[in-house]
């Protein structure tokens, strides 16, 4: 059965084809407790969306976790080192699973990452000019580029998007290596949030189907 979580992810758009383990040091302290206190909100009977993620079969927890990150040993170390105490936790592990992505497993996630989406109402002239420094972006570094736009308001969205290509197209291809890495970590947060955020939300909505429904 697919996992409850995965009903909540952004649509991952797939482009056309481009193209160790967590330090035990690092770990997060996992003393067995699937969720914190403030987690429990919600319908009655109903586990909060970290215990859902914690106790999901091994394969839906991966699914659930490809959709934020496409790096399939991403995936598979995040839901091996389950349970998580806290989404604080969960987070904590994601970024060190990131940081460890090698420069090929990098590759593989950009080739399924979408470009940064704009306003519905952007205007054909930006789209014109946003095209040709996408392409010079790719042209340089043989992938798209990614950025992490949340918390950015809609009408600036367009200016950041520019900006940040003509500004990381003066990169050498090492350093926009790392500032793309660092990128997918964010988008790869930002989408885990909204996963549990979202989830929580529609378990407490009492017009939800129970699942199976």
Known sequence: MTSQLSQHLPTTL??????????????????????????????PGTPPPLARFNDAPGPDAERALLSCLHSPRWARLLAGHRPYP????????????TYDLSPEEVAEALA??????????????????????????????????????????????????????????????EDEHQVTKEQLRLLARER????????????SD????????
């Open 14 to 43: 797939t482009r056309r084809p481009r193209g160790p383990t967590l330090p035990a040091h690092r770990l997060p302290d996992l003393p067995g407790r699937v969720a914190i206190p403030e987690q429990s909100r919600g319908a």
């Open 112 to 173: 399924f990452e979408p470009l940064p989406s704009l306003p519905e109402d952007t205007y054909s002239a930006a789209h014109t000019a946003l095209n040709a420094a996408h392409a010079a972006y790719e042209a340089k570094f043989g992938h798209v580029f990614v950025l992490c736009l949340d918390g950015v308001p809609e009408n600036e969205v367009l200016d950041r998007v520019l900006e940040n290509i003509r500004s990381r197209l003066a990169n050498d291809p």
């Open 86 to 97: 806290d989404s604080a936790s969960l987070l904590a592990a994601a970024d060190e699973a």
């Open 192 to 203: 885990l949030n909204h996963t549990l955020r979202d989830a929580g939300s529609r378990a």
């Open 206 to 213: 009492p017009r939800t189907a129970a699942p199976g429904k």
